[in-house]
C-alpha cells in the first residue's frame, strides 16, 4: 500500500544568510533573485578570493544544488561545516542531500543537529521526522511531527505525515481524523485525500497490513 506524503518540496531561496550576514552584495543579491547560474559564477569569484569564507560556501552549494549539481552541493556543504559554519539550515539541507541520496544513518545525525541548532524551526522537526519514518522509528517520528506541529499548527504537510505515522502504527481512526480534516479545510490538497482514499479502500478490502513507502518530500532552505 502507497501512503503519498506530496512531492518533493524544492529548495527555498529565503533566509539562507546566517543570521542576517551577507558574503558578498553581488553574489547574494542573484541568489535571492534566483538568478542561480549568476550566482554560482559570483560565488565561485568570491571564494577564489576568500578561500575561508564559509558562508560563500555554503551559497554555492544551495545555488548548486537548486541547478542538480548535487556532488558539487555535498562538497561546499562539507566545506562550509570545516570551515566553521554551524547554522541550522546548512545542516538542514546537509541532511536533505544525505536523505536523498539514501545515506540515511547520516541524514539522522545531521538533521538532529539542525533541530540542536535550530530547536524552533517546525522543519527541522518535520524533516528529521520523515528519516526517522523512513527507518521505522515510528514512536521517534510521531514526536518529532507533533513537535513541529506545536510549532506551526497550521502546516499541512506536517499534518499529512502524522496521519501517516498513524497509519503505519496502525492507528488507523487518528489516521483518518488527519487525513479528513485536511479535506474538509482543502479539498484541493491531494495528499491528505489520496492517503484518505487509500485507507478507506484497505478497510474495505482488509488490506491494512499490506506494505507501504512514503514518497519523497522534504523542506529545504
Not at 39 to 45: D, G
Not at 55 to 60: K, Q, S
Amino acid at each position: 500500500m502507497l501512503w503519498p506524503v506530496n512531492a518533493r518540496a524544492s529548495r527555498a531561496s529565503e533566509g539562507i544568510s546566517s543570521d542576517s550576514q551577507v558574503c558578498d552584495s553581488v553574489a547574494d543579491y542573484s541568489l535571492g533573485l534566483e538568478d542561480y547560474p549568476a550566482a554560482i559564477r559570483r560565488h565561485l569569484v568570491v571564494i577564489r578570493e576568500h578561500p575561508e569564507n564559509a558562508l560563500a560556501h555554503y551559497h554555492l552549494g544551495f545555488a548548486y544544488g537548486v541547478t542538480g549539481q548535487h556532488r558539487s552541493e555535498l562538497h561546499e556543504y562539507r566545506r562550509a561545516i570545516d570551515l566553521g559554519l554551524d547554522d541550522w539550515q546548512l545542516f538542514l539541507n546537509l541532511g536533505l542531500v544525505y536523505l536523498e541520496d539514501g545515506q540515511q544513518e547520516n541524514a539522522t545525525e545531521v538533521l538532529r543537529l539542525a533541530t540542536l541548532l535550530g530547536p524552533y524551526q517546525p522543519e527541522t522537526h518535520f524533516n528529521l521526522g520523515l528519516t526517522y519514518e523512513r527507518r521505522g522509528m515510528l514512536n521517534d517520528a510521531e514526536q518529532e511531527m507533533l513537535f513541529s506541529l506545536r510549532l506551526n499548527p497550521r502546516e499541512v504537510d506536517a499534518r499529512n505525515a502524522l496521519g501517516l505515522i498513524y497509519a503505519e502504527e496502525g492507528r488507523y481512526t487518528l489516521a483518518r481524523e488527519e487525513w479528513s480534516d485536511l479535506v474538509s479545510a482543502d479539498p484541493a490538497y491531494t495528499p491528505a485525500r489520496e492517503n484518505l482514499t487509500i485507507l478507506e479502500r484497505a478497510e474495505r478490502t482488509g488490506a491494512k497490513g499490506a506494505s507501504h513507502r512514503v514518497a519523497d518530500f522534504a523542506h529545504r532552505h
